[in-house]
């Protein structure tokens, strides 16, 4: 019976999605479905809401046994809509573009609202790294559409993968693929007027820019921090991923205006910035503009600008260019996140990672010798397709070398659209989570011990919130980008301070300020 009323659903949104022009806006629909069943008749009402219906009645037989009669009823509703929430799934990159979209529809005289309940306007920026990451934001889209008359909007990573699809179960109203969403006010504005409400294009006449001097005029004083995006999309292709399917191939935005956007934001007040992108080691490839590593000198010398974080890092691209700045410039942050993926180069070429373990270790001595003190982080994933349990041993012996400060792992699960997703899959679920908990352990007991490494040691530290569990305490980064809880208060927020490390609780190192 479910799939009688799916089927039912979709012929109706693409009724609807027909006839749209003959129904003003904001028009509430109700379907009213009677089947018949052995005799026995029952009523099922659906709501769809902001779909122009068309009125009238469809009789259908859908099987031998079953018929149902299918009225739909429209009402004119004055609906307007003037206020919005932003609902962002996924990575920085998402929560940098939600900003920009936020911006956009301040822009266009949409107002905030403290919640998806009180806002006419609802978005979802979403991602699609992870089928549990869509999954969860399937299930928030069918909450918010389930409760009253609504503009939803699905922007992000599943606007541009599968928005289409989704607009047509009446998921969303307007889709916005990431090289549009920062122009999401006019978008909306656009839709009100013209109904047109499919914006995924991915050509480089529709890319809009995320060096928005606004955005620094709006954050001041607001804040220490501010996330600092220097490329959009990917070239690299690992074959699991599906990020430049739907973000794109890489585009470097222009040193200049990164440069004059940081030092809007230190006369703001931001003294902390991370460098943001897919792969900033790539930055300049695509446009002949300066290479990484000068982008992050420049970065490092602006006035006022006290640490210098970037992310994320690829093998391939990590040149000692980078670490030679690092090791120059007190400003920038010993904590380096460099994916490693797996231990085997076997399964390093399946993935289509262009390096080598042995060049991604030559990268670590590197950063012995040129550093001496740093922070490493990385990604691993475990159950690769046709991962042997020798080779899965590789990645442990690989993570015992490394010594990573903190790793976050994977059991991998395939991406539709990717290369790998062809790929047989020769191990179960269980053996997966099995390998996946034999890694986490050997990186918990590496974790801490490093940790405790830390303690006598004077760090510092950048002051970033009140701590969760003592409001006497507050919580911050060192510059190997380790938690710290010390004593303090709001004052402290966004202070670096010299913090001498007593002990370690759990994961967390715990130091007193050095006046």
Known sequence: MGNVFSGLRRLMIGL???????????????????????????????FIYNTPP?????????????????????SRTAMTYSSYYIETFGCQMN?????????????????????????????????????????????RMRSVRNRRSKLL????????????????????????????????????????????????????????????????????????????????????????????HVRGKLISFSSN?????????????????????QNVNQYGSDNGDVPFHSLLAQAAEVPGIERVNFLTSHPKDFSQDILEVMRDHAAVSRAIHLPLQSGSDRILKEMN???????????IEDMERLLGEYAISTDLIVGFPGETRDEFRQTLEAVRAARFDEAFTYAYSPRSGTRAAKLMETMSREEKLSRLEELIALQRGISREKLRARIDRTEDT???SISKKSPDEVMGRSHLNHTVVLPGGEDDIGRMMKVKITQLKGATLYGERID
Request: net charge positive.
């Open 95 to 139: 929560k940098s573009d939600s900003e920009l979209m936020e911006l956009s529809l301040r822009e266009h005289g949409f107002v905030p609202a403290p919640g998806p309940g009180s806002a006419e306007i609802v978005v979802f920026n979403t991602c699609s790294v992870r089928e549990h990451a869509e999954n969860r934001a399937l299930s």
């Open 16 to 46: 609807c999605l027909r006839t749209q022009h003959h129904i003003s806006f904001g028009t509430s629909i109700s379907l009213h479905i009677v089947y018949k069943k052995r005799g026995n008749p029952r009523r099922v009402l659906f």
């Open 257 to 277: 205006s990164i440069i004059a956007f940081i030092r809007q934001l230190a006369l703001g007040g931001v003294s902390e910035i991370t460098l943001l992108g």
């Open 54 to 74: 068309p009125m009238g009645s469809i009789t259908m037989a859908l099987t031998g046994h079953i018929l149902c009669s299918v009225h739909v009823s429209g």
């Open 353 to 363: 990672r262009k390096y080598s373990l042995g060049q991604y270790m030559k990268i």
């Open 153 to 244: 909007v699905l922007a992000g990573c599943m606007a541009q993968r599968i928005g289409k699809d989704l607009m047509a179960e009446g998921y969303a109203d307007l889709v916005a693929g990431p090289y549009e969403s920062p122009r999401l006010g006019e978008l909306v504005k656009l839709y009100l007027e013209t109904r047109k409400n499919l914006f995924i294009s991915q050509d480089p006449g529709d890319f809009q820019e995320r060096i928005n001097p606004a955005l620094a005029r709006r954050r001041l004083g607001q804040g220490w921090h501010e996330w600092v995006t220097i490329t959009h999309g990917c070239d690299n292709y690992c074959s699991y991923c599906i990020v430049p």
């Open 462 to 464: 950048i002051v970033e």
